[in-house]
């Protein structure tokens, strides 16, 4: 079962590893368009975690156990009037 496990998750990443280098255009939320070179651009960034330990967990010591969790989360609000002037905002 571990050995399973630990196979899938090394082709789960090698896949997305492949997939982010393979020179996909980057992709970013909606974009509004206003006057010849002004817009508008919303974005969410989102970071997870996924832990696995098959070591020193249960009553015993000897389960294991997988964890998920958000570690962050941003809002991204860009903005440019034109070439020169524009504006950045996360939270």
Known sequence: MKKRLCAA?????????????AGQP????????FGDEG???FD???????DFTDFGSGVDG??????FYLRRARLVFTGMINDTWG?????
């Open 87 to 91: 504006a950045k905002f996360q939270t």
């Open 9 to 21: 998750a090394l082709a789960l990443g090698t896949c997305l590893t492949g997939g982010l280098m």
């Open 44 to 50: 969410v960034k989102l970071q997870g975690i996924a």
């Open 26 to 33: 980057a992709t970013a939320g909606p974009l509004v368009e």
């Open 62 to 67: 000897t389960e294991s156990r997988s964890d």
């Open 39 to 41: 817009y508008m651009q």
